[in-house]
């Protein structure tokens, strides 16, 4: 079983910055990826950042520029920073990491609970 922990969610006004760290507990052999998805209440959940375990990034659009996401697979740990938040950007993050609990790497899929950024205008 694995666990994502996730911290950093609150209100910030528009404008402002913001930071998301997620952290994977668990049995955990390998971890393929990891990343941020956000849903906004009556929307699908949408893929914000996710970095590699090569280390490669890819964003949102709506994001380049503005999010980065930092961290290594090998710690289980990644962080969002946030700059230039838009009332836009406010819903609930999601952590999430592709992970292999054992050395015949069968991937599965573990999901956090949520951080809720909400900003205001």
């Known amino acids: 079983q694995v666990q994502l922990m996730e911290s950093g969610g609150g209100v910030v006004q528009a404008g402002g910055s913001r930071s998301l760290a997620c952290t994977a507990y668990?049995?955990?052999?390998?971890?393929?990826?990891m990343g941020w998805y956000r849903q906004i209440p009556g929307k699908q959940r949408e893929l914000v950042a996710r970095?590699?375990?090569?280390?490669?990034?890819v964003y949102a659009d709506s994001v380049k520029g503005r999010f980065t996401l930092s961290g290594e697979t090998a710690k289980h740990t990644v962080i969002l920073r946030m700059n230039d938040l838009k009332p836009e950007d406010t819903a609930v993050y999601h952590c999430?990491?592709?992970?292999?609990?054992?050395?015949?790497?069968?991937?599965?899929?573990?999901w956090g609970q949520g951080a809720t950024v909400t900003v205001s205008s």
């Open positions: 970095i590699s375990s090569g280390g490669n990034t």
């Open positions: 999430n990491a592709l992970y292999a609990p054992d050395s015949r790497l069968s991937y599965e899929e573990a």
């Open positions: 668990g049995n955990i052999f390998n971890i393929n990826s």
